[in-house]
């Protein structure tokens, strides 16, 4: 099983729908983050979160909300999606500060 | 604004030839970091240089970094075809917020 997961891996929706993301991890990790890739702009962080206390927005966090619900989840929400965050979303999760990354595989959003 | 840049945007090479792609970054970091993507899969973390560190080695891989230029290349020796894959930057920065910041990455194609 991976180590981070994400849920679900493909989704297509309409416009001013709400969506919801999730990622869960069983690294025990504490810090968690969401990020969004479009082609040709590498990834951009939309939330990053340190502990279930602690959630931090990232560069592009207008349209989205999160929750950190236990140190394994962290959830990504767009409240009312809009065509324009038709993207591919990676959770990541890292322990403390020491610099690596684990991604999970990704979830394809795709709004009408 | 993307921390990373990476150039060139896309590289083809033959198989048993070396590959580099470069990044550059705007602002002081802690540490650099470069990732592999296979075609809309995670990303997978290759390398971890430090700001005091010149240059690392891995494998088939050698990092360097020269933080008075802002800059880090990534040598990949003897690329075989499976070293088909996107190639990211990562950067940390020195002071204020933990995250990590990813640049626009290279579209690397080694033909058999």
């Known amino acids: 099983d991976a180590d981070v997961t994400q849920t679900p891996r493909n989704r297509i929706t309409k416009t001013g729908k709400r969506i919801m993301l999730e990622c869960s991890q069983t690294k025990g990790h504490d810090r968690m983050y969401w990020y969004r890739q479009d082609p040709g702009l590498g990834l951009q962080l939309i939330y990053y979160s340190f502990d279930v206390k602690d959630i931090n927005k990232g560069e592009i966090s207008d349209g989205y909300s999160v929750s950190r619900q236990a140190q394994a989840k962290f959830s990504l929400s767009l409240e009312s999606a809009i065509p324009n965050q038709t993207a591919l979303y990676f959770c990541?999760?890292?322990?403390?500060?020491?610099?690596?990354?684990?991604f999970g595989e990704g979830s394809r959003l795709t709004v009408l | 604004s993307q921390q990373g840049e990476e150039d060139p945007q896309a590289l083809s090479i033959q198989e048993g030839e070396n590959a580099t792609m470069n990044c550059s970054y705007k602002t002081s970091i802690n540490n650099l970091q470069w990732y592999r993507q296979n075609s809309g899969r995670g990303l997978v973390h290759l390398i971890l240089i430090r700001s005091n560190e010149r240059e690392k080695h891995s494998g088939r891989l050698r990092v360097t970094l020269d933080t008075s230029k802002k800059s880090s290349s990534l040598l990949i020796t003897a690329s075989r075809a499976a070293d088909t894959a996107s190639y990211f930057c990562?950067?940390?920065?020195?002071?204020?917020?933990?995250?990590?910041?990813f640049g626009t990455g290279t579209r690397l194609k080694v033909l058999a």
């Open positions: 990541a999760t890292s322990w403390r500060d020491t610099g690596e990354l684990f």
């Open positions: 990562a950067t940390r920065m020195a002071s204020g917020t933990y995250k990590y910041i």
